[in-house]
Protein backbone atom coordinates (compact mmCIF):
# COMPACT_ATOMS: atom_id res chain seq x y z
CA UNK A 1 0.00 0.00 0.00
CA UNK A 2 3.13 2.23 0.57
CA UNK A 3 4.82 1.81 -2.57
CA UNK A 4 1.37 2.79 -4.49
CA UNK A 5 0.36 5.36 -2.46
CA UNK A 6 4.04 6.69 -3.43
CA UNK A 7 3.93 5.96 -6.74
CA UNK A 8 0.34 8.06 -6.77
CA UNK A 9 2.03 10.77 -5.30
CA UNK A 10 4.91 10.89 -7.36
CA UNK A 11 2.25 10.94 -10.53
CA UNK A 12 0.54 13.10 -9.06
CA UNK A 13 3.41 15.20 -8.96
CA UNK A 14 4.84 14.82 -12.13
CA UNK A 15 1.34 16.03 -14.16
CA UNK A 16 0.64 19.27 -12.43
CA UNK A 17 4.38 20.31 -13.14
CA UNK A 18 3.52 19.26 -16.79
CA UNK A 19 0.03 21.72 -16.00
CA UNK A 20 2.39 23.96 -14.77
CA UNK A 21 4.66 24.52 -17.08
CA UNK A 22 1.96 24.27 -20.22
CA UNK A 23 -0.78 26.73 -19.34
CA UNK A 24 1.75 29.39 -17.78
CA UNK A 25 3.76 29.72 -21.28
CA UNK A 26 1.36 32.09 -22.42
CA UNK A 27 1.50 34.44 -19.67
CA UNK A 28 5.27 33.79 -19.24
CA UNK A 29 5.85 35.28 -23.21
CA UNK A 30 3.67 38.42 -22.88
CA UNK A 31 5.87 39.51 -19.60
CA UNK A 32 8.46 39.18 -20.65
CA UNK A 33 8.05 41.09 -23.69
CA UNK A 34 5.94 43.35 -21.35
CA UNK A 35 7.64 43.81 -18.23
CA UNK A 36 8.84 47.12 -16.88
CA UNK A 37 11.94 47.68 -15.02
CA UNK A 38 12.05 47.15 -11.40
CA UNK A 39 13.09 49.88 -8.36
CA UNK A 40 16.03 48.56 -5.95
CA UNK A 41 13.41 47.88 -3.39
CA UNK A 42 11.29 46.11 -5.87
CA UNK A 43 14.07 43.67 -7.10
CA UNK A 44 15.58 43.46 -3.65
CA UNK A 45 11.82 42.13 -2.65
CA UNK A 46 11.69 39.89 -5.49
CA UNK A 47 15.45 38.39 -4.58
CA UNK A 48 14.24 37.75 -0.71
CA UNK A 49 11.22 36.07 -2.16
CA UNK A 50 13.25 33.73 -4.36
CA UNK A 51 15.74 33.03 -1.52
CA UNK A 52 13.93 32.96 1.64
CA UNK A 53 10.59 32.85 0.46
CA UNK A 54 9.49 36.27 2.54
CA UNK A 55 9.74 39.68 2.52
CA UNK A 56 8.95 42.20 5.28
CA UNK A 57 9.31 46.21 5.02
CA UNK A 58 7.27 49.51 5.51
CA UNK A 59 4.68 50.08 3.40
CA UNK A 60 6.40 53.67 2.68
CA UNK A 61 9.57 51.29 1.32
CA UNK A 62 6.88 50.77 -1.77
CA UNK A 63 4.81 53.84 -1.76
CA UNK A 64 5.57 56.87 -1.26
CA UNK A 65 4.74 60.80 -2.19
CA UNK A 66 1.51 60.25 0.46
CA UNK A 67 0.35 56.95 -1.35
CA UNK A 68 0.62 54.78 1.35
CA UNK A 69 -1.46 56.71 3.89
CA UNK A 70 -3.60 56.92 1.26
CA UNK A 71 -4.65 53.45 1.21
CA UNK A 72 -4.03 52.92 4.53
CA UNK A 73 -6.80 55.39 5.55
CA UNK A 74 -8.96 53.97 3.14
CA UNK A 75 -8.23 50.43 4.88
CA UNK A 76 -9.08 52.43 8.22
CA UNK A 77 -12.40 53.83 6.99
CA UNK A 78 -13.37 49.95 5.57
CA UNK A 79 -12.91 48.79 9.37
CA UNK A 80 -14.48 51.95 11.07
CA UNK A 81 -17.67 51.14 9.42
CA UNK A 82 -17.49 47.56 9.85
CA UNK A 83 -16.90 47.65 13.57
CA UNK A 84 -20.15 49.66 14.28
CA UNK A 85 -22.22 47.22 12.40
CA UNK A 86 -24.52 44.53 13.95
CA UNK A 87 -22.94 41.37 11.72
CA UNK A 88 -19.59 42.04 14.04
CA UNK A 89 -21.37 42.48 17.32
CA UNK A 90 -22.87 38.80 16.51
CA UNK A 91 -19.66 37.34 15.45
CA UNK A 92 -17.90 38.39 18.34
CA UNK A 93 -20.67 37.23 20.24
CA UNK A 94 -20.44 33.39 18.42
CA UNK A 95 -16.57 33.38 19.03
CA UNK A 96 -17.05 33.71 22.44
CA UNK A 97 -19.93 31.10 22.59
CA UNK A 98 -17.68 28.81 19.93
CA UNK A 99 -14.65 29.55 21.68
CA UNK A 100 -13.19 26.34 22.51
CA UNK A 101 -14.98 24.48 19.08
CA UNK A 102 -13.50 23.71 15.49
CA UNK A 103 -13.49 26.14 12.87
CA UNK A 104 -12.86 29.69 11.81
CA UNK A 105 -14.68 31.58 13.89
CA UNK A 106 -12.19 34.00 15.61
CA UNK A 107 -11.68 35.48 12.84
CA UNK A 108 -13.99 38.33 10.92
CA UNK A 109 -13.82 39.11 7.34
CA UNK A 110 -15.16 42.48 6.70
CA UNK A 111 -15.37 42.20 3.36
CA UNK A 112 -17.03 38.23 3.38
CA UNK A 113 -19.33 39.56 6.29
CA UNK A 114 -20.40 43.20 5.03
CA UNK A 115 -20.28 43.05 1.13
CA UNK A 116 -21.12 40.02 0.02
CA UNK A 117 -17.91 39.36 -1.41
CA UNK A 118 -18.47 41.81 -4.09
CA UNK A 119 -16.02 44.35 -5.25
CA UNK A 120 -15.82 47.51 -7.53
CA UNK A 121 -12.87 48.78 -10.08
CA UNK A 122 -12.37 51.57 -7.39
CA UNK A 123 -12.46 49.31 -3.98
CA UNK A 124 -9.21 49.93 -1.97
CA UNK A 125 -8.69 46.00 -2.30
CA UNK A 126 -8.63 45.86 -5.41
CA UNK A 127 -6.79 49.27 -6.50
CA UNK A 128 -3.75 48.14 -3.87
CA UNK A 129 -3.85 44.44 -5.01
CA UNK A 130 -3.81 45.59 -9.11
CA UNK A 131 -1.35 48.55 -8.39
CA UNK A 132 1.46 48.88 -10.84
CA UNK A 133 3.94 49.01 -7.78
CA UNK A 134 2.26 45.59 -6.19
CA UNK A 135 2.36 43.54 -9.87
CA UNK A 136 5.99 44.80 -10.21
CA UNK A 137 7.36 42.78 -7.62
CA UNK A 138 4.40 39.65 -7.94
CA UNK A 139 4.61 39.20 -11.09
CA UNK A 140 8.63 39.80 -11.58
CA UNK A 141 8.74 36.71 -8.78
CA UNK A 142 6.66 34.56 -10.76
CA UNK A 143 8.21 35.67 -14.30
CA UNK A 144 4.50 35.94 -15.79
CA UNK A 145 1.39 37.65 -15.28
CA UNK A 146 -0.21 36.33 -11.95
CA UNK A 147 -4.02 35.94 -10.53
CA UNK A 148 -5.72 37.85 -7.87
CA UNK A 149 -6.76 35.16 -6.07
CA UNK A 150 -8.05 36.64 -3.17
CA UNK A 151 -8.56 39.42 -1.21
CA UNK A 152 -9.65 40.54 2.67
CA UNK A 153 -9.80 42.46 5.52
CA UNK A 154 -9.33 40.43 9.12
CA UNK A 155 -10.10 40.93 12.25
CA UNK A 156 -8.60 37.85 14.83
CA UNK A 157 -10.85 38.29 17.88
CA UNK A 158 -8.80 37.32 21.37
CA UNK A 159 -9.14 35.80 24.33
CA UNK A 160 -6.41 35.00 26.88
CA UNK A 161 -7.69 31.67 27.76
CA UNK A 162 -5.85 28.95 25.20
CA UNK A 163 -7.40 26.39 23.53
CA UNK A 164 -6.41 23.97 21.08
CA UNK A 165 -5.24 25.03 18.03
CA UNK A 166 -7.08 25.16 15.15
CA UNK A 167 -7.30 25.08 11.49
CA UNK A 168 -4.37 27.63 9.77
CA UNK A 169 -3.22 27.77 13.57
CA UNK A 170 -1.43 24.48 12.80
CA UNK A 171 1.34 24.10 10.72
CA UNK A 172 -0.15 23.38 7.25
CA UNK A 173 1.25 24.34 3.28
CA UNK A 174 -1.11 26.16 1.01
CA UNK A 175 -1.71 24.18 -2.13
CA UNK A 176 -3.73 25.21 -5.24
CA UNK A 177 -0.14 25.93 -6.81
CA UNK A 178 3.23 25.11 -7.40
CA UNK A 179 3.80 28.67 -5.35
CA UNK A 180 1.80 31.08 -3.81
CA UNK A 181 2.54 34.84 -2.79
CA UNK A 182 0.73 36.25 -0.05
CA UNK A 183 0.55 39.80 1.08
CA UNK A 184 0.20 40.89 4.57
CA UNK A 185 -0.69 45.09 5.29
CA UNK A 186 -0.81 45.32 8.86
CA UNK A 187 -3.82 47.91 10.07
CA UNK A 188 -2.43 47.59 13.80
CA UNK A 189 0.64 46.26 15.48
CA UNK A 190 1.52 42.83 15.39
CA UNK A 191 3.56 40.39 17.55
CA UNK A 192 2.90 37.42 19.89
CA UNK A 193 0.15 38.56 21.92
CA UNK A 194 -2.27 38.94 18.59
CA UNK A 195 -1.37 35.97 16.68
CA UNK A 196 1.88 36.91 14.69
CA UNK A 197 2.71 34.04 11.61
CA UNK A 198 5.04 31.92 11.77
CA UNK A 199 7.10 30.69 8.76
CA UNK A 200 9.68 28.16 7.89
CA UNK A 201 11.45 29.18 5.24
CA UNK A 202 13.53 26.16 4.48
CA UNK A 203 10.34 24.22 3.74
CA UNK A 204 10.31 25.22 0.56
CA UNK A 205 11.01 23.47 -2.19
CA UNK A 206 14.65 22.40 -2.49
CA UNK A 207 14.98 23.19 1.06
CA UNK A 208 16.89 21.29 3.98
CA UNK A 209 13.13 20.89 5.45
CA UNK A 210 11.55 20.40 2.57
CA UNK A 211 10.43 16.83 3.73
CA UNK A 212 8.63 18.07 7.12
CA UNK A 213 5.45 17.68 4.90
CA UNK A 214 4.49 16.91 1.39
CA UNK A 215 3.91 18.76 -1.50
CA UNK A 216 0.54 17.87 -2.31
CA UNK A 217 -1.96 19.50 -4.43
CA UNK A 218 -5.46 19.90 -4.74
CA UNK A 219 -7.87 18.14 -2.14
CA UNK A 220 -6.17 15.73 -0.26
CA UNK A 221 -5.83 13.86 3.03
CA UNK A 222 -6.18 15.90 6.35
CA UNK A 223 -3.11 14.62 7.57
CA UNK A 224 -1.38 15.86 4.74
CA UNK A 225 -2.87 19.15 5.14
CA UNK A 226 -2.15 19.69 9.02
CA UNK A 227 1.45 17.13 9.52
CA UNK A 228 1.56 15.96 13.00
CA UNK A 229 4.94 15.66 13.15
CA UNK A 230 7.39 16.07 16.04
CA UNK A 231 10.09 16.96 14.03
CA UNK A 232 8.06 20.93 13.29
CA UNK A 233 8.11 21.25 17.08
CA UNK A 234 11.66 20.16 17.78
CA UNK A 235 13.29 22.38 15.53
CA UNK A 236 15.94 24.73 16.21
CA UNK A 237 13.66 28.19 16.69
CA UNK A 238 15.89 29.98 14.36
CA UNK A 239 14.81 28.12 11.80
CA UNK A 240 11.27 29.87 12.63
CA UNK A 241 10.43 33.42 11.50
CA UNK A 242 7.72 34.97 13.13
CA UNK A 243 6.51 38.03 11.43
CA UNK A 244 6.01 40.69 13.67
CA UNK A 245 5.99 44.84 12.56
CA UNK A 246 4.15 47.88 13.52
CA UNK A 247 0.85 49.41 11.65
CA UNK A 248 2.06 49.78 8.14
CA UNK A 249 4.71 46.87 8.02
CA UNK A 250 4.20 44.83 4.52
CA UNK A 251 4.78 41.17 4.43
CA UNK A 252 5.36 39.08 1.14
CA UNK A 253 5.55 35.33 1.58
CA UNK A 254 5.18 32.10 -0.05
CA UNK A 255 2.65 30.26 1.73
CA UNK A 256 3.54 27.13 -0.11
CA UNK A 257 6.27 26.49 3.07
CA UNK A 258 5.17 25.69 6.18
CA UNK A 259 3.69 28.16 8.17
CA UNK A 260 0.82 29.14 10.79
CA UNK A 261 -1.19 31.36 12.55
CA UNK A 262 -0.91 32.70 15.98
CA UNK A 263 -3.11 32.83 18.81
CA UNK A 264 -4.42 36.32 19.54
CA UNK A 265 -4.07 36.10 23.35
CA UNK A 266 -4.52 39.81 24.86
CA UNK A 267 -5.14 42.02 21.76
CA UNK A 268 -7.21 41.83 18.79
CA UNK A 269 -5.06 41.63 15.43
CA UNK A 270 -5.98 43.84 11.93
CA UNK A 271 -4.42 43.24 8.69
CA UNK A 272 -5.51 43.45 4.90
CA UNK A 273 -4.65 40.40 2.62
CA UNK A 274 -3.79 39.34 -1.17
CA UNK A 275 -3.28 35.98 -2.96
CA UNK A 276 -1.14 35.34 -6.41
CA UNK A 277 -1.16 32.74 -7.95
CA UNK A 278 -0.98 31.56 -11.31
CA UNK A 279 -2.66 30.65 -14.61
CA UNK A 280 -2.46 26.65 -13.59
CA UNK A 281 -3.85 27.57 -10.17
CA UNK A 282 -5.95 24.27 -9.47
CA UNK A 283 -7.76 26.81 -7.47
CA UNK A 284 -9.53 28.49 -10.81
CA UNK A 285 -12.72 30.44 -8.94
CA UNK A 286 -11.66 33.99 -7.14
CA UNK A 287 -12.85 34.21 -3.47
CA UNK A 288 -14.13 37.32 -4.12
CA UNK A 289 -16.55 38.61 -7.17
CA UNK A 290 -16.49 41.55 -9.39
CA UNK A 291 -19.16 44.25 -9.72
CA UNK A 292 -19.99 45.08 -13.00
CA UNK A 293 -17.72 48.11 -13.78
CA UNK A 294 -15.29 45.96 -15.15
CA UNK A 295 -13.80 46.07 -18.87
CA UNK A 296 -11.43 44.19 -19.07
CA UNK A 297 -8.25 44.95 -21.71
CA UNK A 298 -6.14 41.68 -20.93
CA UNK A 299 -3.16 43.35 -22.45
CA UNK A 300 -2.87 45.44 -19.55
CA UNK A 301 -1.41 43.48 -15.85
CA UNK A 302 -3.80 44.47 -13.68
CA UNK A 303 -6.70 43.81 -15.56
CA UNK A 304 -5.25 39.79 -16.48
CA UNK A 305 -4.52 40.16 -12.75
CA UNK A 306 -8.93 39.93 -12.47
CA UNK A 307 -10.16 37.78 -15.15
Not at 9 to 22: D, K
Not at 26 to 51: A, R, T, V
Not at 121 to 146: A, M, Q, V, W
Not at 216 to 244: A, C, Q, T
Request: charged share 25%; net charge positive; glycine share 4%.
Amino acid sequence: MKIINYLNYRVSSFLYLLRYIFLNLPQHFFYLISSKKKNSIEDQIIDNLNNNGYHICKLDDIFQNGESKHYLDKFHDITTEGYKSEIFKKKHEQYIQNFDKSGKHYIFKFIDNLSQNTLSKNHPLIEFGTSEKILNIINGYFKLHSKLQGTEIWHTFFSDKKNQLMNAQRWHRDRCDLNIIKIYLYLNDVDEENGAMDFIPNSLRNKKYQNLSKFSFGNIEPWKVYPNDHRINNLDKKEIIKFIGKKGTIVFVNTVGLHRGGRALKKERLFCMWSYVTPASLSRKKKFNLANDFKFDLSKPGNYALK
